[in-house]
Each structure stands twice: as structure tokens, then as C-alpha cells.
């Protein structure tokens, strides 16, 4: 489905959201505003900012007004600069790419992230393209600090000598070097600023999976934003799990330090994400054809989003659990609707919680994981089971499965010769030895096999 059907399908009513957020922008005219969306991982973030982007595409009032620039934090953490990373995703404007600001921006970008003094020097005299008026303070400077007369270009030729480089090196110490930076970070400001005047437009970007990238470079992203781009007509949507971010910068600065307020002071309007229905999502997903207590189970597993999806795509896909019932023999009463839930629990078991399914289809459960697994068990099926049960006649209600009944069945099929008849609850019985093949692998513990 792609992201205009999303947007008119509208299925958690976002695009009110998504107006009154622009209604914030707006009120603040020419001022640089940043706004933090909160919300855990796989929630729709991502799909959130694409509606928000197709809003403005759309809206012939706002499109002559906006660029929109989307930059993938956690597709660029492997870069060493998020500046230049930024940079490249500005120029997927057009307008922008083919601009002189482009190419000053970017130069200036590449010398502002040189760190070693001597490294800067080289950077600054071999490429960057500088206005008059800064490169006059910038001779000047040069004049004072090394000999009468010096200037950009007599330096250039000068350092073509290597022993010449070394010599003037010395000279740009830490101190000396940052003067000169901070007259280049004030011209990488004007040209912003020139460039939104040129076009007339504002710039508004969208920052996406700050929380799942290095912590490093999520801090150095931060950073440029706040001191390189709080600029007139720049504004900034950041999209966060902050609970996730603030432990992962928490790595970086320790465990005693207030990540949370440390983020928060780069956040003018911080809100959340609202809230989803999952069970509208799930009933979506799957077009209304669900069974009933998969969809129950769905729920008390509580996955997010993204992994409702998932799941859901496969069970359409194949669509096997009914065929993997139809072929085991025996089946009386309630028989089916137990194979049901445990085959679901154990498919869901394999999503929520890999680890354990993995051990328990190696059998080589620990005890500890066998009562861990019966409490899941017992706890999602009861959830299930209720609500299941809430719309139907009293006869033909399920038992809720207990605990022990759980760790009994756990042990059962961790178990090389698992009992023929195996009593679920009073009077439901299912015939585990029949659900174990020539191999000796047992058919309901490989139910993942057949979605």
C-alpha cells in the first residue's frame, strides 16, 4: 500500500495531527522551531512523517510555501559527519543542488568538520570558496597572527613547500584555529539564510530513527542542528522513541546524568505520537477475516505495529494453521479450539520472546524456562480465552488453561515419547503422540513451519 492510500485510508486519524502541528509552525512566523515526536519503536513513526510529507505535496498553499528534506539518522550513522549527511540529503532540492549556496555550504561543511588544527588549515586554504567580506576579516586575521602581508592566497603558495606547511601549522593552534572557525560557521549561517531569501521558501526537516543510531552520532546530530541550523525559516521535526535515546546517550555520559532533560533542551514543542487501536489495525491488516482468537491473542501479546504487520502478512500469505487441524486425527469438541490457541501461543511465543521458543524446540529448557513459558502461556490465553468466551454461549465456553496445565504440556513436548492423550482442561483431551512424526519432530511445536 503506498503512502497516499495510507493517507487518505487514514485508519488512526492522524491527519488532524498533522494539521495542528502545521498550525504551530505557521504561528511563529520566520522563526526556527523544532518539534520532537515521541513514540516506541515500530508505533509508525516513519509512516507518520511520509503522511506528513504527502500532506504538504498536496496542498498547493503549502507547497509553494515548504522543501521538505527527510534524513534517515540510523541509514547515516555509519558516516563520520552528520553535517556533510545532512548536506546531501538538502540537496534532493533541485533548486538548492544547482544553487552557488550548495556549493559554499557543502565546502564549508567539509572544513567545520575537520577537528586537527593542521588538517583545518589545509582544508580552508585547498578548496573553500569564501565572499569577499569574510575572506577580508579572514586576511586580516591571518596578517596579525603569522607576518605583515600574509594573506589566503600567499599562504597557499607558501604551503605547497611541505616544511613550509609544518612551519605555519605551528601556528594554528587550538585557540587560533577556532577564531577562524567560528567565521566560517557565521558565513555556513548567512548562506542558509541567503538561500531561504532567494526562494522564498522554508525548509522543513524531518530527522527519523535518532533512536536506533550510535549514540555518538545521535548527540552530534543534536549538536548540529542546535548550532548550525537554528536559522529563520528552518524548522525541524524529530522522530524518537525518547526512553530508547535517552538510555542510549545514557551509555555515552553514564547512568547519574539527566539524559531526558539534556534532549529536551533541543525541543521547543515535544508531544507523542497518539495512540493506536490495534485491534481496528489488526481487523484492517487482515481485511476482517481473522479467527477470532488469534486476533484476542494478537492483543495480549501487545506487539507493536510494525510486528502486527508482519505477523499478519504471513498468516495471509500461507494460511496453513487450518490445514496443519484438518489432517490431525481425532479431533472431538473443543479439541480444535485448544490446538488453536496453543498452536497460535506457540507461533506468537516465537515473535514475543525467540529466545525461549528456540530453546524449547531444541528442548533444552532449563526449569526456570519451562515455569517462565507456562506463565506466558497461561497468562496470554487467559486474556484470549476471555474475551473469546465473552460474546458466546455458556456451554460453549473454554476453560481457561491453568499454569501447571501449561508447564505439563511445556514438559510434554520438550519430551522425546510425548503421552497419547494429553488433558487440557476437564473433559478436552488432544492426542499428542499422534502430532509427532517419523523424525520425531513434533508438528505443533513446528507450527511456524506452516505460516
Not at 272 to 297: A, C, F, M, Q, W
Given at each position: ?14 491527519r488532524r ?28 513513526k ?11 505535496s ?5 507547497k509553494?510555501k515548504?522543501?521538505?528534506v527527510?534524513?534517515n ?15 546531501i ?6 533548486e ?6 550548495s ?15 593542521k ?17 577580508t ?16 592566497d ?9 616544511s ?6 605551528e ?7 577556532e ?29 527519523d530513527e ?21 536559522v529563520?525559516n ?8 525518547l526512553e ?6 545514557g551509555?555515552v ?36 477475516n481473522?479467527?477470532?482468537l488469534l ?23 500461507t ?20 490446538l ?8 506468537l ?11 524449547l524446540?531444541?528442548k ?9 513459558i507456562?506463565q ?35 514438559t ?5 515419547c510425548?503421552s497419547?492423550?494429553f ?13 509427532v512424526?517419523?523424525?520425531g519432530?513434533n ?5 511456524s513451519?506452516?505460516?
Amino acid at each position: 500500500m503506498n503512502i497516499e492510500e495510507i493517507y487518505n485510508g487514514d485508519l488512526f486519524e492522524r491527519r488532524r495531527f498533522i494539521r495542528t502541528l502545521m498550525e504551530y509552525i505557521q504561528s511563529y512566523e520566520n522563526e526556527c522551531k523544532v518539534i520532537s515526536i515521541h513514540s516506541p519503536w515500530g508505533t509508525g513513526k516513519t509512516t507518520f512523517i511520509e503522511m506528513w510529507k504527502h500532506y504538504i505535496s498536496i496542498d498547493q498553499n503549502l507547497k509553494d510555501k515548504y522543501y521538505t528534506v527527510y534524513f534517515n539518522a540510523w541509514e547515516n550513522d555509519d558516516s563520520k559527519n552528520p553535517l556533510i549527511s545532512i548536506l546531501i540529503e538538502l540537496n534532493e532540492i533541485p533548486e538548492f543542488k544547482n544553487s552557488s549556496e550548495s556549493k559554499i555550504l557543502t565546502t564549508a561543511a567539509s572544513v567545520l568538520s575537520t577537528k586537527a588544527p593542521k588538517f583545518f588549515l589545509k582544508a580552508l586554504l585547498g578548496f573553500f570558496p569564501l565572499d569577499s567580506e569574510i575572506k577580508t576579516e579572514i586576511n586580516k586575521f591571518f596578517s596579525s597572527l603569522i607576518e605583515e602581508g600574509m594573506t589566503l592566497d600567499t599562504l597557499k603558495e607558501a604551503f605547497k613547500n611541505q616544511s613550509e606547511l609544518e612551519k605555519y601549522s605551528e601556528k594554528f593552534n587550538d585557540f587560533n584555529t577556532e577564531i577562524i572557525r567560528k567565521k566560517i560557521k557565521k558565513l555556513f549561517i548567512q548562506t542558509l539564510q541567503q538561500f531561504q531569501q532567494k526562494t522564498n521558501k522554508k525548509i522543513l526537516f524531518f530527522i527519523d530513527e535518532l533512536d536506533r543510531c550510535r549514540p555518538t552520532f545521535a548527540i552530534e546530530t543534536l549538536e548540529t542542528i542546535k548550532h548550525l541550523f537554528s536559522v529563520e525559516n528552518y524548522n525541524f521535526i524529530l522522530a524518537w522513541d525518547l526512553e530508547q535515546l535517552s538510555y542510549s546517550i545514557g551509555t555515552v555520559y553514564g547512568s547519574n546524568m539527566d539524559t531526558g532533560g539534556y534532549l529536551r533542551r533541543f525541543v521547543d514543542l515535544e508531544c507523542s505520537l497518539p495512540k493506536t487501536d490495534k485491534e481496528k489495525y489488526i481487523r484492517y491488516l487482515v481485511g476482517g477475516n481473522i479467527h477470532d482468537l488469534l486476533g484476542n491473542l494478537l492483543k495480549a501479546f501487545d506487539f507493536s505495529l510494525r510486528d502486527l504487520e508482519k505477523i499478519v502478512n504471513v498468516i495471509k500469505i500461507t494460511n496453513r494453521f487450518d490445514y496443519f487441524t484438518s489432517n490431525i486425527r481425532y479431533l472431538r469438541g473443543n479439541q480444535t479450539n485448544y490446538l488453536f490457541i496453543i498452536g497460535y501461543l506457540l507461533f506468537l511465543l516465537k515473535y514475543k520472546y525467540p529466545v525461549l521458543y528456540i530453546k524449547l524446540k531444541n528442548k533444552t529448557l532449563t526449569t526456570d524456562d519451562k515455569i517462565e513459558i507456562s506463565q506466558i502461556l497461561e497468562e496470554k490465553s487467559r486474556f484470549a480465552l476471555n474475551l473469546y468466551n465473552l460474546f458466546r454461549n455458556e456451554s460453549l465456553q473454554l476453560i481457561p488453561i491453568s499454569k501447571e496445565t501449561f508447564l505439563d504440556l511445556t514438559t510434554e513436548l520438550i519430551s522425546k515419547c510425548p503421552s497419547k492423550e494429553f488433558e487440557i482442561s476437564s473433559g478436552t483431551k488432544i492426542d499428542l503422540a499422534n502430532m509427532v512424526d517419523s523424525n520425531g519432530v513434533n508438528k505443533l511445536l513446528d507450527i511456524s513451519l506452516y505460516f
